[in-house]
């Protein structure tokens, strides 16, 4: 009989919502995507479409992700719940099994009346989720297509033209199948770890790549979109500026390597415990870094500026992409009735506090680019108030006039994004977490000028009742003094007031989630 019940409401929703509402949602991520773009005031950077986006809508400053690595981070998103809601700290996780009351974002929107689909990678993280790219969230089968340059073919993994990389690979998924391996992703990575380097320049196309087909598939998908009577919610997920640094040549021509500038302060910050940091082994894996290089024993230079340029390179590679997009949403008179949101998964670490990749709670690593756009949005506005990535779940239901489950952490920015200056939203402080060592938990909250982080330990986690006696360490930052994190202020006499505010705040949230968490 419920199951019954259900099907009628969700019939129900489906009539009256596609007769009453018509905003379609573009939902673009980028992976590893930090603010390094010209719109957030890097002037270095060749970024035009992600500044063409920000002048038609709202973007944030001081976005943050909840936990600084993809699987987390995705996961928070997609199901508008911190990591100690939905269960998922880990790459391995999957959140239909350690929190199946949960439901996901396109789900929910499926079930009152959108047609979803997917295109790319990384909407949710590979190993974080269910079968299909989570099937439950698409109207559509996932489907992956491989890259393809039409002069040189396919890239060896989906990623390398070089050509050493492409002579041995197949010498090396043989000797993967002598070794006993018969699974062919197992064969496959088994040669993947021993040939992969962290960059690339080849000269082929932009579909040589894998973003350069995903942004051909979506221009396609979403001139087949645009005919259907019903709304949709659509989800483009990059991967890069993902590792390894690979992109057609002539994006690595925008940027001479010889004037890219390295990070400032590349140390650890005085009298901080080790656990603050890590070795950036997501890097040490590929072929080209020493895997002896670490927080004591810096990148060479020359190496360091290779890296960034890769990066570079990668950014506005994918910001050709996302140009492609706009200019298929304009072309097919979607402009008017679809809703933009793009997002990065987290920051990333470019060799700031002796660090490569994300995986802590420093500015770099959990700070993200955040643009809104879209009918009844403001154009060209700037917000420097602190939100969190889980907020874009209930922001886009109220947006296109849904409920939201109550499962949802976050809350909506639509007055901060609406047409009307003077409506706000109550937010103060964003939350962001990270693990260490399996029984330590960091939690951070950024403010508009501070950062104050906890560190406690005894497996803490707001499961769980707080308790002063888990704290281990505490952090503290002062962006307008001092931008680049080199001082930890917590202990400094003059801020003694501002720790004690600020931990208030912290334990109150903290709390807060734990009765929630409790009660759900």
Same mark, same amino acid.
């Given at each position: 009989?419920?199951?019954?019940?259900?099907?009628?409401?969700?019939?129900?929703?489906?009539?009256?919502?596609?007769?009453?509402?018509?905003?379609?949602?573009?939902?673009?991520?980028?992976?590893?995507?930090?603010?390094?773009?010209?719109?957030?005031?890097?002037?270095?950077?060749?970024?035009?479409?992600?500044?063409?986006?920000?002048?038609?809508?709202?973007?944030?400053?001081?976005?943050?992700?909840?936990?600084?690595?993809?699987?987390?981070?995705?996961?928070?998103?997609?199901?508008?719940?911190?990591?100690?809601?939905?269960?998922?700290?880990?790459?391995?996780?999957?959140?239909?099994?350690?929190?199946?009351?949960?439901?996901?974002?396109?789900?929910?929107?499926?079930?009152?009346?959108?047609?979803?689909?997917?295109?790319?990678?990384?909407?949710?993280?590979?190993?974080?989720?269910?079968?299909?790219?989570?099937?439950?969230?698409?109207?559509?089968?996932?489907?992956?297509?491989?890259?393809?340059?039409?002069?040189?073919?396919?890239?060896?993994?989906?990623?390398?033209?070089?050509?050493?990389?492409?002579?041995?690979?197949?010498?090396?998924?043989?000797?993967? !199948?002598?070794?006993? *391996?018969? #699974?062919?992703?197992? &064969?496959?990575?088994?040669? @993947?770890? =021993? /040939?992969?380097?962290? +960059?690339?320049?080849?000269?082929?196309?932009?579909?040589?790549?894998?973003?350069?087909?995903?942004?051909?598939?979506?221009?396609?998908?979403?001139?087949?979109?645009?005919?259907?009577?019903?709304?949709?919610?659509?989800?483009?997920?990059?991967?890069?500026?993902?590792?390894?640094?690979?992109?057609?040549? !002539?994006?690595?021509? *925008?940027? #001479?390597?010889?004037? &890219?500038?390295?990070?400032? @302060?590349? =140390? /650890?910050?005085?009298? +901080?415990?080790?656990?603050?940091?890590?070795?950036?082994?997501?890097?040490?894996?590929?072929?080209?870094?020493?895997?002896?290089?670490?927080?004591?024993?810096?990148?060479?230079?020359?190496?360091?500026?290779?890296?960034?340029?890769?990066?570079?390179?990668?950014?506005?590679?994918?910001?050709?992409?996302?140009?492609?997009?706009?200019?298929?949403?304009?072309?097919?008179?979607?402009?008017?009735?679809?809703?933009?949101?793009?997002?990065?998964?987290?920051?990333?670490?470019?060799?700031?506090?002796?660090?490569?990749?994300?995986?802590?709670?420093?500015?770099?690593?959990?700070?993200?680019?955040?643009?809104?756009?879209?009918?009844?949005?403001?154009?060209?506005?700037?917000?420097?108030?602190?939100?969190?990535?889980?907020?874009?779940?209930?922001?886009?239901?109220?947006?296109?006039?849904?409920?939201?489950?109550?499962?949802?952490?976050?809350?909506?920015?639509?007055?901060?994004?609406?047409?009307?200056?003077?409506?706000?939203?109550?937010?103060?402080?964003?939350?962001?977490?990270?693990?260490?060592?399996?029984?330590?938990?960091?939690?951070?909250?950024?403010?508009?000028?501070?950062?104050?982080?906890?560190?406690?330990?005894?497996?803490?986690?707001?499961?769980?009742?707080?308790?002063?006696?888990?704290?281990?360490?505490?952090?503290?930052?002062?962006?307008?003094?001092?931008?680049?994190?080199?001082?930890?202020?917590?202990?400094?006499?003059?801020?003694?007031?501002?720790?004690?505010?600020?931990?208030?705040?912290?334990?109150?949230?903290?709390?807060?989630?734990?009765?929630?968490?409790?009660?759900?």
């Amino acid at each position: 009989m419920l199951k019954f019940l259900n099907t009628i409401f969700i019939l129900f929703s489906t009539i009256v919502f596609s007769q009453n509402n018509k905003y379609n949602i573009v939902f673009i991520a980028f992976d590893d995507l930090k603010p390094l773009l010209n719109c957030y005031g890097y002037a270095q950077m060749k970024t035009p479409n992600f500044d063409r986006l920000a002048t038609k809508g709202v973007m944030f400053t001081n976005a943050h992700v909840q936990q600084a690595v993809c699987g987390p981070s995705r996961t928070s998103v997609m199901t508008g719940t911190y990591p100690d809601q939905n269960k998922v700290w880990d790459l391995k996780t999957d959140f239909r099994k350690s929190a199946p009351q949960l439901i996901s974002m396109p789900e929910y929107l499926k079930n009152q009346g959108y047609y979803t689909q997917i295109t790319g990678k990384k909407i949710y993280h590979d190993g974080s989720c269910a079968p299909g790219h989570d099937a439950k969230s698409w109207s559509t089968p996932y489907k992956l297509n491989n890259p393809k340059d039409k002069k040189k073919g396919r890239p060896a993994f989906r990623l390398f033209y070089n050509d050493s990389i492409n002579k041995l690979s197949a010498k090396y998924m043989q000797e993967a !199948k002598k070794s006993g *391996l018969k #699974d062919p992703e197992a &064969i496959e990575y088994y040669a @993947f770890k =021993k /040939l992969m380097i962290s +960059t690339e320049s080849s000269v082929v196309s932009d579909e040589g790549y894998e973003d350069g087909i995903y942004a051909k598939e979506a221009v396609d998908n979403l001139k087949k979109l645009a005919k259907k009577k019903q709304p949709f919610f659509y989800a483009i997920g990059f991967s890069r500026p993902h590792l390894p640094f690979n992109a057609p040549k !002539k994006y690595w021509d *925008l940027y #001479d390597r010889n004037s &890219i500038a390295l990070e400032k @302060f590349q =140390k /650890l910050i005085p009298e +901080t415990p080790s656990f603050l940091y890590h070795n950036f082994g997501e890097l040490r894996v590929y072929n080209d870094i020493d895997n002896s290089y670490s927080n004591q024993k810096l990148i060479p230079e020359e190496k360091q500026k290779e890296l960034i340029h890769g990066y570079m390179a990668c950014v506005s590679y994918v910001d050709a992409q996302l140009g492609k997009i706009l200019d298929a949403i304009e072309q097919n008179n979607l402009s008017e009735n679809t809703i933009i949101v793009i997002w990065g998964d987290h920051g990333y670490h470019l060799g700031d506090h002796t660090m490569w990749n994300k995986h802590s709670n420093f500015e770099q690593a959990t700070r993200i680019p955040l643009i809104f756009s879209g009918p009844n949005i403001s154009k060209n506005k700037i917000v420097n108030q602190p939100v969190e990535l889980l907020d874009v779940f209930p922001t886009l239901f109220e947006l296109v006039g849904l409920d939201f489950p109550k499962h949802v952490d976050g809350i909506s920015l639509k007055n901060i994004l609406d047409l009307d200056e003077f409506s706000s939203v109550e937010k103060d402080f964003a939350l962001s977490q990270y693990p260490r060592h399996g029984d330590r938990m960091g939690y951070s909250i950024r403010t508009e000028q501070y950062r104050y982080t906890e560190w406690h330990k005894n497996g803490y986690n707001t499961s769980k009742e707080y308790k002063d006696q888990n704290i281990e360490y505490i952090e503290l930052y002062d962006y307008e003094k001092d931008a680049l994190e080199t001082v930890n202020l917590a202990k400094d006499k003059n801020y003694s007031e501002l720790v004690k505010l600020l931990h208030e705040k912290l334990v109150k949230h903290l709390q807060t989630l734990n009765k929630k968490n409790n009660n759900l």
